[in-house]
């Protein structure tokens, strides 16, 4: 049973910071790749950042490079998103996905991201 269970969210000023974590259990924090997707009302759910297993490759949706930093710890078996210089356009449900496999892409890894395993979200308001 893959369980995800995220956290952190609330409301906050813009150029503000916040951090989001995501507590895993069963096989979900063994998953070679995790992440972080958002949805913001009225619009699509677009992938915001991903991590694989050993944490030493990233990857950030272009809107978040620079400002957003994902990382895990194994040992507590966390995945965090911390958020800097929040503006109004990050509000959104942010959600926590991880997915079985991890390959040398991208694009396929973030894909099989959004086949895999979704927390509940939390929510992310961010005032002008």
């Known amino acids: 049973q893959v369980q995800l269970v995220e956290s952190g969210g609330g409301l906050v000023q813009a150029g503000d910071s916040l951090r989001l974590s995501c507590a895993a259990s069963?096989?979900?924090?063994?998953?070679?790749?995790m992440g972080w997707f958002r949805q913001a009302p009225g619009k699509e759910r677009e992938f915001v950042a991903a991590?694989?297993?050993?944490?030493?490759?990233?990857h950030y949706a272009d809107s978040v490079k620079g400002r957003f930093i994902i990382s895990r710890d194994n040992s507590e078996n966390t995945l965090y998103l911390q958020m800097s210089s929040l503006r109004p356009e990050d509000t959104a449900v942010y959600y926590c996905?991880?997915?079985?496999?991890?390959?040398?892409?991208?694009?396929?890894?973030?894909?099989?991201?959004?086949?895999?395993?979704w927390g509940q979200g939390t929510q992310v308001t961010v005032s002008s």
């Open positions: 996905v991880a997915a079985s496999i991890a390959t040398p892409s991208w694009t396929i890894n973030i894909r099989k991201l959004q086949d895999g395993s």
């Open positions: 069963g096989r979900a924090f063994s998953s070679p790749t």
């Open positions: 991590i694989k297993w050993s944490a030493d490759s990233t």
